[in-house]
């Protein structure tokens, strides 16, 4: 089954996107979701031209491209979306070919990818599964990123500000989540989806 750049997912098939600022949880929520989601999900692996750090692996963790080879790949239409992230640098982008090895799958895509990526999804897909993953304040976005210990003062500081600007994006998303308790937003999404899956059904 091949996607068409700009044509909406069918069938009982959805696209399911989740993003939110550095700190929200999103890498954990995911974890969950794919043990614990009452629609089929599988993940897309995202393409990313920044260098691999300790412990990742190349297609698990991203598929993991230099600039000239994402470049190529983007100029012939491979990815659903792309955009540099955190003005790092560094491009992350959804290649078209996890779509479809998931729809292959008879699965979900799900999509943790930044706001960028997220509002070009959505509006190739306007019945994406579009989720916001927020925490209660901008104070809980910095203590999380400090207390990860991975990047200095001046990363965190841009990230804050770009948390601050992605927040203001969040009604744009069919659904905001707030993660004060890992369980409690997990069932929240759970909850979602299980509905998502049972409007898909009466409508496909």
Not at 154 to 169: M, N
Request: aromatic fraction near 8%; charged fraction near 30%.
């Amino acid at each position: 089954m091949s996607s068409v750049p700009g044509s909406s997912a069918s069938g009982r098939q959805r696209i399911v996107v989740l993003s939110g600022p550095s700190g929200s949880g999103k890498t954990t929520i995911v974890h969950r979701l794919l043990k614990d989601s009452p629609a089929p999900l599988r993940m897309s692996v995202s393409a990313t031209t920044r260098p691999m750090r300790k412990g990742e692996v190349d297609g698990r963790d991203y598929y993991f491209l230099p600039p000239e080879e994402f470049e190529r790949r983007r100029q012939a239409g491979e990815f659903l979306e792309w955009a540099e992230v955190h003005k790092s640098g560094f491009w992350y982008g959804t290649l078209w070919s996890e779509v479809d090895r998931a729809r292959e799958a008879g699965a979900w895509p799900l999509l943790e990818v930044d706001v960028q990526g997220a509002l070009n999804v959505m509006a190739r897909y306007p019945d994406a599964v579009s989720i916001f993953l927020m925490t209660p304040s901008v104070d809980e976005y910095e203590q999380r990123l400090r207390g990860r210990g991975t990047e200095d003062d001046a990363v965190i500081q841009r990230r804050l500000q770009t948390a601050r600007e992605e927040l203001k994006l969040a009604d744009c998303y069919r659904y905001r989540v707030i993660n004060d308790d890992l369980d409690r937003a997990v069932a929240e999404i759970c909850g979602l989806l299980a509905d998502e899956a049972k409007q898909t059904c009466t409508t496909s």
